[in-house]
Structures are given as structure tokens and as C-alpha cells.
């Protein structure tokens, strides 16, 4: 297998490669970049940014529900924290962050030298910084920005200040930056894989991706139409969801999660595939049932299509329709425990250690199986009748999106960077973020299980006194969460700028392309394609 | 500068507060109300059902995690495997979940067929969303009225106010005007809303509906015990979603037909035999 660092290789006086010059100097490199790994980092740096302007919003939350009674934010500002934390979360932080995971490691695992459209995937990053500031502008807009909830449900949506137009054109590009950067992924995968690298040979990584970026593709449209629809609904007289002129309100509900349930899984999916690319690692074992991995993240994919409706158990669907969507909804725990039982035989006579990476995703495994099994219960409609917009359903998406898909990015963060800088980082440092980020992780969702089933419904500022105590614990949790993510910070810039060095293989005995090149990672890479056996 | 301070005073004394109260509160509650209605016994005991599965099956799982992590531990010089499948394992791991849930589904589809029914039902009342409150009518009976957040609550809730929630009785979960019902007769009501979509929980008769302009739902419940229960509203409505309670004092047939009689024709006597009625 070539391993040649092709820097070196061509970087002798005389020869006639133009593109194989290193980065170019100054800002201009990251403005005009079409180097996926500049990209990669541009996409991750900016999801950790946008991690701590998101945290931010979520310590307010937390601080105003730090006991009963109003004390520091009225609550038109409190829903547009929820609305904005949610928004700039998902759209601002995990979907960039994989696809900077993407950005930097599609290549580099099938063996090709880029991106296969380089300046479609400068474009897609460029768009996000745009997107998300004009998204956050409308804080400063007369109204305020978006306050109805990040599912944007209308009426409520449209009782919206001036900052209404300027969200719903910030959420179009955010669902642009996705579609070009899914093309890209898509057609890099298809096209560019080394010689021997079949479909059924690519890291389980490549492949959550793949089935992500098409997921995407079919998704984000479906979200624009719909918040176009809102648009002409507000400026242009049109009345879909209107119902005084003959419009359905409910109609956005099944629009907005035709496209809400494809996207949680567009969020876990590259979770997956860290995680099944660490857990061998790290037991030194081969991923157990690869084969059945792949199965099993096609069919969460196509199921993910035919259950939106779990969403709206109670708006008042007919029977079938209720039915229909329960049964479904229970389908889509069998692929996924095939996933949790495949990393757990895995491990099963291993040979393990337990460096930072493998201790996120350990805790991934477990966590995100809690949000499973309370996944499984809403999915029981009768009972979901209770749990429905109540905190239990804010603990079980959180379960699944911070220790599962956020861990699942840390993960991935811990087992890279070492790649990306060519320096190990702090391997105790790393070990304290983890326990503190696990502990205070379950201090902050846990108690959000009792306070849903006593009755707390979600997304209000304010709330009885019977639920003051857990309200007490989360909010401790929530801080001491925010505060372990300034040492996750602090551990990734101390990396950046130096430590041991790194040698191209980092862990011991690990599998893939990627750790046949040198640490950090040439800027060019696999110019001439590896072939693989 | 004075709002922070403020609000630090606020919270400093509200951390001393909330530390002393804890045993005093003791709300710690865990679980799913069983409620007075069959419907709500029926949430309960699925909720306990899938609970004790997703118990059962997470011993299994985490157990087998735990024992991988202890067991094949490289510095207990584990040395590794190289299978990668085992075709009998993967078949069970997937059976044996879709027989659960094939199980679940079995009993869950009577109880959702059985909450679809309003046949039969006694009376009807019809219940629309308003930002920020309710309107309950009686259907036939040509009675309806408002209700709202009770204006204890109301006063305390204001962002900055010096009153203590944990003064006030009923903190956010009282009205100025409770919806009353009778005891063991089954009630149709119909849902829908005046402007942005709201929804109608009352955790006790496990009813939780959208209310929604343009349309009108159905449901139905039957209250077993009399009493009061508390709900509120559940789906995002505005600024002041989280100060629409509902409360809803459940009382024998008699009384309740009393009661109506009483708000129907406000004649001082029995205005006032409503309002003794109303007290207790
Ligand atoms: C076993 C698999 C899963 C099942 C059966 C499941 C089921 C459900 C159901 C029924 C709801 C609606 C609850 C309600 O509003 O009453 C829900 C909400 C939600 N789930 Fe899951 N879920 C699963 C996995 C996931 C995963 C993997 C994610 C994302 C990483 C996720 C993210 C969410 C989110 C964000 C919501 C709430 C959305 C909102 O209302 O704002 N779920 N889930
Ligand atoms: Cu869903
Ligand atoms: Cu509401």
C-alpha cells in the first residue's frame, strides 16, 4: 500500500505540478481554500464555535430554570433562547461538525486525493457563517428573533417581528450549505474510491455518510418548501396553513417532520460511523457484522421516511393513521439495537484499552441506548399521550443528541486529532474532560425523565413548585456540562499548537488509509491512488 | 446595573432557599401518575410494561457491555479475537427484539382503538385554546365561561416580583374559575382553538389533545374519583404558554347538576347554594 508522503515526493525543483504547492499564506488560504482538509478544519472550528454561542443560550435556559418564579428573563426572551438553541445546535453545530468530519476524512479513508467538486465544498462552508449570522442577527431585530420553537409550527410562527423573513432565509441557506456539501460527499464516495476499495470495503464511516448525504438530498428540500410556504403565508397573502382561508395548520406539522425525523437520523447517522471506526480500534479486534452494520443503517435510512408521524400523536390523526405510524416507529428499534449489539460483540473477547476516544464512545453506547429504550416508550402512543411535549421527550432527544451524536463528535475529535495535527493531545487532560462531561451529562438529562413524567411540560420558563427540585439538579448538571466543554477547548487549541509527536498509525495497530499517511496528514494526500487488496 | 444586582439577590437567596427547602419540598416525584380515568390507568401500565422491557433488555445489554469492558482488557493481557460475525447470534439478536415488539404492538393497538371510541358518551363539552387561556362549554346546556391563571399566581410570576412561588398555593397550577364535571359519566369534549395552537393536558385523565384553529377533535374521559386535578397547557403558544393551567374539579352527578343549574340562573339563592358548593 503507497504511504509516501507526496509532498516530499514532489516537491523536488523542476517539477511541473502546479496544484502541488503547499497552503497558500494568511487569511486568503482559508477564505479561497478548496483543500479538504482546510475545509474539514473550517467546518470544525466553526462547529465549536458555534457549540459555545448555542451552550451559551442553553445556560440561560438553565439558569431561569433554576427555580420557580421569573427571575432574569421575560418569557418572550426565553422562547427565543429554545428556539435559537435548538436552531443554531442542529443547523450551526452537529451538521457541520460531520460534515467536517466528512470534509477530512472521506478522502483520506477511500483513498482519494480531495473532494471530488473542491470549489462547491468552499462555497458550502462559506455559506455557513453568512447563514448562521444573519440567523443571529434577528436577535437584535425589532420582535426579536424566532420564538415559536424550532419546529416552527404556524400560527405561532407567523406572530413573528421583523427578524421572521430573515429566519426563514437563514434556515434556506443553511439548507443549501447541506445539499451542495451532501452532493460533494456523494460524489466524491461514488467516484473517487481507490482501486479495490468496492462499496463493501469502505470504513463503516464512508458509508453512514453516504446514506446521511442522500438523506439530506431528500430532506432539506422538503424543509424548504415548507418554510417558503410560512414565507408567502406572511407577505404574500397565500394561506396553506391558514385556516380562516381555507388553509390546515396541521399540514406544516407533517411537512416540517417529513423532514424533522430524516434529519435526527441525517444527525446520528456519522455518530454511528465514528463510533463503529473506535470501538474496533480500540478492542484491536475487526467491527463485528459489518455487513449487517451496513443493512441496518440502509433500512434506519428508508425507515426513517415512513414515521414522521410519531411526532404528532396527538393533533388528532384517525385511527389508522395512529396505528400506522406506532408500528413503524417500533420497526426502527430493531435496526438500531442490531447496531448496539454489533459494537457490544465487538469489544466481546477484545483486547481493550481505554484511551479518551474509546471512553466517548463507550459512553455513547450506553447513553444513546438510554435514548433508545426511551425512544422505544414514546413510540407507544397510548402512553405517549402523557409524555408528549413534556420533559421526557426533551431527556430522551437529548440523550440521543448530546452523549450520542455530540459524544460520538468529541469521539471522533479525540481519535483524529493526533492525524490532523500531528500531535498526540493531552491524554490525562482528555480523561477528565471525559469524566467530567459524562457525569455531569446524566446530573443535567436524567432528572429530566422525572420531571416529564410528574408533568412538566416542555418549553416554559416558569413552572410549579412540585417540580423544583429535579429543575434544581439539572440546572447544576447543565452548568458543569457547559463549564467541562471550555477544557474540551482548551485541550483541542493546546493540540493544535504542540505536544508529542504523532506517528502515522497514532493508535496501535489501527485499520484504514488514513493511517498509512503521515501524521499530521500532508497537505496532499494519495495523489497517486493506494490500491487496496 | 440594579436589574444584576437584583438578580444575583435573587438567586443567591434563592439557592439558600432552594437548599433548605429541599427536604421541606419533597416533590421529588419519579414517576407517571396512575391517575382516575381508565385511560389514564392504561398509560400507566403500558408505560410500566415497556419500562420494565426496556429494563430487562438493558440488563442484558449493559450487563454484556460491562463484562466486555472488565473482562477482555488489554493490561489484564486479554489477547484479541479475530471473529468478525457469527450468523446464529445475528439472527437471534434480531429475532428476539421483533418478537417484543410484535408483543408491544399487540397490546398497545386494543388500548389506542378503545381511547378512539366517544360512542356513547353522556354529555359533551366543548374546549377552545386562546392565547392565554381557556373557554369551556357545556354543549346543550347553553353555558360557557373562561378561565384563567389565578391572579395569586399571576401576580408572582411577573419577571422580577419579590413574591416566593413557594408562598403562593397552587403556584401557576390555579384558575380563576376551574371547569367542573361529573363523577362516572363518560364525557365527549371537543377541542380547537381561537389563534395559534395549544394543547389540553390533564396528566390525572391522561388527555392531551391539540387544540387547533379550524379544526375540532375528539376525545373522551371518564373520571373514576372525585377530586381536583391539575393540568396545563402543552403545546407551545406564546409568551405566556407557560400560564394557562387547567384545573378541574371533579364531583358527584347531584352536585354537578346542581352546580350548572346555579351558573344558569343567577338567582342569589342559589347563586349562593353554588358558591357553598363550589367551596367545598
Ligand atoms: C430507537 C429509536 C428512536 C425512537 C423509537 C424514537 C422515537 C421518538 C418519538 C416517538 C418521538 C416523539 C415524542 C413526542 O414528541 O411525543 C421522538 C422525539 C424526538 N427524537 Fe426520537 N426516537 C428514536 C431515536 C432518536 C434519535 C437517534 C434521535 C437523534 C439523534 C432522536 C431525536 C429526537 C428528537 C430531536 C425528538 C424531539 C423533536 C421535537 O419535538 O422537538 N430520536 N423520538
Ligand atoms: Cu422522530
Ligand atoms: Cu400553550
Known amino acids: 500500500m503507497s504511504t509516501q508522503n507526496h509532498d516530499q515526493v514532489h516537491d523536488h525543483p523542476g517539477h511541473s505540478h502546479e496544484e502541488h504547492h503547499g497552503p497558500a499564506k494568511g487569511l486568503t488560504r482559508w477564505l479561497f481554500t478548496t483543500n479538504h482538509k482546510d475545509i474539514g478544519t473550517l467546518y470544525l472550528l466553526f462547529a465549536l464555535v458555534m457549540l459555545f454561542v448555542g451552550g451559551a443560550m442553553a445556560m440561560v435556559i438553565r439558569l431561569e430554570l433554576f427555580q420557580p418564579g421569573l427571575q432574569f428573563v421575560n418569557p418572550d426572551f426565553y422562547n427565543q433562547m429554545t428556539t435559537m438553541h435548538a436552531l443554531i445546535m442542529i443547523f450551526g453545530m452537529i451538521m457541520p461538525a460531520f460534515v467536517g468530519f466528512a470534509n477530512w476524512m472521506i478522502p483520506l479513508m477511500i483513498g482519494a486525493p480531495d473532494m471530488a467538486l473542491p470549489r462547491l465544498n468552499n462555497w458550502s462552508f462559506w455559506i455557513l457563517p453568512f447563514a448562521v449570522g444573519i440567523l443571529l442577527s434577528t436577535l437584535f431585530m425589532d420582535g426579536g428573533g424566532p420564538a415559536g420553537g424550532w419546529t416552527l409550527y404556524p400560527p405561532l410562527s407567523l406572530q413573528a417581528g421583523n427578524g421572521f423573513p430573515f429566519t426563514i432565509f437563514a434556515i434556506h441557506l443553511l439548507g443549501m450549505s447541506s445539499i451542495l456539501g451532501s452532493i460533494n460527499i456523494i ?30 438530498i431528500a430532506a432539506m428540500p422538503v424543509l424548504a418548501g415548507g418554510v417558503t410556504m410560512l414565507l408567502t403565508d406572511q407577505f404574500f397573502g397565500t394561506t396553506f396553513f391558514q385556516a380562516a382561508g381555507g388553509g390546515d395548520p396541521v399540514l406544516f406539522q407533517h411537512i416540517f417532520w417529513f423532514f424533522g425525523h430524516p434529519e435526527v437520523y441525517i444527525i446520528i447517522l456519522p455518530a454511528f460511523g465514528i463510533v463503529s471506526q473506535i470501538i474496533p480500534t480500540f478492542s484491536r479486534k475487526p467491527l ?22 410519531h411526532h404528532m400523536f396527538t393533533v388528532g390523526m384517525p385511527l389508522a393513521g395512529e396505528m400506522f405510524f ?12 442490531v447496531k448496539v449489539f454489533n459494537w457490544t460483540a465487538t469489544m466481546w473477547r477484545g483486547s481493550l484499552t481505554f ?11 450506553f447513553l444513546f441506548t438510554i435514548g433508545g429504550f426511551s425512544g422505544l416508550m414514546l413510540a407507544i402512543a397510548p402512553a405517549d399521550f402523557q409524555y408528549h411535549d413534556t420533559y421526557f421527550v426533551v431527556a ?7 452523549p450520542g451524536a455530540l459524544f460520538g463528535a468529541i469521539a471522533g475529535a479525540y481519535f483524529w486529532l493526533p492525524k490532523w495535527t500531528g500531535h498526540r493531545y493531552d491524554e490525562p487532560l482528555g480523561k477528565i474532560h471525559f469524566w467530567l462531561s459524562a457525569i455531569s451529562v446524566n446530573v443535567t438529562f436524567f432528572p429530566q425523565h422525572f420531571l416529564g413524567l410528574a408533568g412538566m411540560p416542555r418549553r416554559i420558563p416558569d413552572y410549579a413548585t412540585q417540580f423544583a427540585d429535579w429543575n434544581m439538579v439539572s440546572s447544576i448538571g447543565a452548568f458543569g456540562f457547559g463549564l467541562s466543554q471550555v477544557l474540551f477547548a482548551f485541550i483541542v487549541f493546546k493540540t493544535i499548537r504542540g505536544g508529542a509527536k504523532a506517528t502515522a498509525e ?23 491512488a493506494p490500491v487496496v487488496k | 446595573m440594579h436589574r444584576v444586582a437584583t438578580n444575583a439577590r435573587h438567586l443567591l437567596t434563592g439557592l439558600a432557599l432552594g437548599v433548605l427547602a429541599f427536604p ?55 489477547v484479541p479475537a479475530t471473529f468478525s460475525h457469527n450468523t446464529n447470534a445475528e439472527i437471534i439478536w434480531t429475532v428476539i427484539p421483533t418478537l417484543i415488539l410484535f408483543y408491544l404492538g399487540y397490546v398497545t393497538a386494543p388500548a389506542l382503538i378503545r381511547i378512539d371510541d366517544t360512542r356513547n358518551s353522556e354529555m359533551t363539552l366543548k374546549i377552545t385554546g386562546y392565547q392565554w387561556k381557556w373557554q369551556y362549554e357545556y354543549v346543550g346546556q347553553d353555558y360557557s365561561f373562561f378561565s384563567t391563571l389565578a391572579a395569586s399566581s399571576n401576580a408572582a410570576r411577573q419577571l422580577g416580583s419579590d413574591i416566593a412561588p413557594a408562598s403562593v398555593e397552587n403556584y401557576l397550577r390555579d384558575v380563576d374559575k376551574p371547569l367542573v364535571v361529573p363523577v362516572g359519566v363518560k364525557i365527549r369534549y371537543l377541542l380547537t382553538a381561537n389563534d395559534v395552537l395549544h394543547a389540553w393536558w390533564v396528566p390525572a385523565f391522561s388527555v392531551k389533545r391539540d387544540a387547533i384553529p379550524g379544526y375540532v377533535n375528539e376525545g373522551w374521559f371518564k373520571v373514576d374519583k372525585a377530586g381536583v386535578y391539575r393540568g396545563q397547557c402543552a403545546e407551545l403558544c406564546g409568551k405566556d404558554h407557560g400560564f394557562m393551567p387547567i384545573v378541574v374539579r371533579a364531583v358527584p352527578r347531584a352536585e354537578f347538576d346542581a352546580w350548572l343549574a346555579a351558573q344558569k340562573s343567577p338567582s342569589p339563592a342559589v347563586a349562593v347554594a353554588s358558591a357553598a358548593v363550589a367551596a367545598n
Open chain 1, 396 to 402: 430522551h432527544f437529548h440523550y440521543v443528541l448530546v
Open chain 1, 288 to 309: 463485528f457484522g459489518y455487513a449487517a452494520m451496513v443493512y441496518a443503517t440502509a433500512s434506519i435510512g428508508f425507515l426513517s421516511f415512513i414515521v414522521w408521524a
Open chain 1, 326 to 337: 406506532m408500528l413503524s416507529t417500533m420497526l426502527i428499534a430493531i435496526p438500531t439495537a
Open chain 2, 24 to 78: 421541606a419540598q419533597a416533590a421529588w416525584t419519579l414517576n407517571m401518575t396512575q391517575g382516575v380515568t381508565s385511560t389514564a390507568q392504561e398509560a400507566y401500565d403500558l408505560h410500566m410494561l415497556v419500562f420494565w422491557i426496556c429494563t430487562i433488555v438493558g440488563i442484558g445489554v449493559f450487563g454484556s457491555m460491562i463484562y466486555a469492558i472488565v473482562v477482555f482488557r488489554k493490561s489484564k493481557g486479554a
Open chain 1, 506 to 528: 497514532v493508535w496501535d495497530q489501527a485499520e484504514g488509509l488514513e493511517w498509512t499517511v503521515p501524521s499530521p496528514a500532508p497537505y496532499h494526500t494519495f495523489d497517486e
Open chain 1, 355 to 365: 484511551e479518551t476516544p474509546m471512553l466517548f464512545a463507550l459512553a455513547f453506547l
Open chain 1, 187 to 216: 460524489v466524491t464516495i461514488m467516484n473517487m474510491r481507490a482501486p479495490g476499495m468496492s462499496l463493501l470495503k469502505m470504513p463503516l464511516f464512508v458509508w453512514t455518510w453516504l446514506i446521511t448525504a442522500y438523506l439530506l
